[in-house]
Structure formats: structure tokens, C-alpha cells
């Protein structure tokens, strides 16, 4: 089975611990992490384009801030990651 060679250290996987949200991630590793969408994950292409420093840990792979939380505080190219 083929995984993000981020998954390791993914801030993601983290914060979802830390926001009592551990039951959303399995689904999000299944098909971002570790399936068909793992060259889709937003939060993947903006480390590569930009550096891990501005990737914002509660921005799910799909681009949207964790539910519970917000964009506050993120860089103007994690607000904008299609860019």
C-alpha cells in the first residue's frame, strides 16, 4: 500500500487529537493518506510549493479548516493554496 511520505509527521493527524476530532481522520487518511486522493491533498501541495511552515495545522487535506476551527491566522498562501 502506497502512503503519504508526509503521513509521519502530518500536523494534521496531530491537531485532530488535539481537538477531540480523532474519529474524522481515519476517513480523511483513508482517501487522502493512504488512497485514490493522496495526490489531491491540499495540505501535501502546499508543503511542496511552500514549506511545511505554511502549512496550518488544523487545514484538512482537502483544504478546509477542521470543523470547530478557522482560517485565523493563516498565510495568504494557505488561504488561498490554488493559487
Not at 474519529?23 to 489531491?40: A, D, L, R, V
Request: net charge positive; hydrophobic share 30%.
Amino acid at each position: 500500500m502506497t502512503v503519504c511520505k508526509n503521513l509521519a509527521g502530518c500536523a494534521f493527524v496531530n491537531c485532530c487529537k488535539e481537538y477531540d476530532k480523532a474519529n474524522s481522520i481515519q476517513g480523511f487518511m483513508n482517501i487522502y493518506c493512504k488512497g485514490s486522493k493522496m495526490n489531491s491533498c491540499v495540505r501535501l501541495k502546499l508543503c511542496e510549493s511552500h514549506g511545511k511552515q505554511v502549512v496550518p495545522k488544523n487545514m484538512m487535506p482537502n483544504g478546509y479548516p477542521l470543523p470547530g476551527t478557522s482560517k485565523s491566522g493563516w498565510s495568504k498562501e494557505a488561504l488561498n493554496p490554488r493559487k
